[in-house]
């Protein structure tokens, strides 16, 4: 099991930058498919960002390729979100989730048994 924790998310205008954090603990992260996701208000949940579990393939929707990377840390067991040219569309709550019992990323938030708690992102036009 992996407990998560998210930081970073805030108040930011349009263009900027912020970097989110997602701090695991217990069973070490390189165990699992990480991701980010998000949702919007009035929007389902979706993936932002993903690792397969040998962080040898990442996954980026199309709404945030070419302005986000995602990244770790595996002796921190520290995942990262390094969100560029920040658009008010990218308001959210940001979640980070862990993904057991298989190496493929998923797309789907049902495929991913852990969740953090989430940070808010608002961008400001």
């Known amino acids: 099991q992996v407990q998560l924790v998210e930081s970073g998310g805030g108040l930011v205008q349009a263009g900027g930058s912020l970097r989110l954090s997602c701090a695991a603990s217990?069973?070490?992260?390189?165990?699992?498919?990480m991701a980010w996701f998000r949702q919007g208000p009035g929007n389902e949940r979706e993936i932002v960002a993903a690792f397969s579990m040998s962080a040898t393939t990442t996954y980026y929707a199309d709404s945030v390729k070419g302005r986000f990377a995602i990244s770790r840390d595996n002796a921190k067991n520290t995942m990262y979100l390094q969100m560029n040219s920040l658009k008010p569309e990218d308001t959210a709550v940001y979640y980070c989730?862990?993904?057991?019992?298989?190496?493929?990323?998923?797309?789907?938030?049902?495929?991913?048994?852990?969740w953090g708690q989430g940070t808010q992102v608002t961008v400001s036009s």
């Open positions: 217990g069973r070490s992260f390189s165990s699992y498919v």
């Open positions: 989730a862990a993904r057991p019992l298989s190496t493929r990323i998923n797309i789907t938030p049902a495929s991913y048994a852990y």
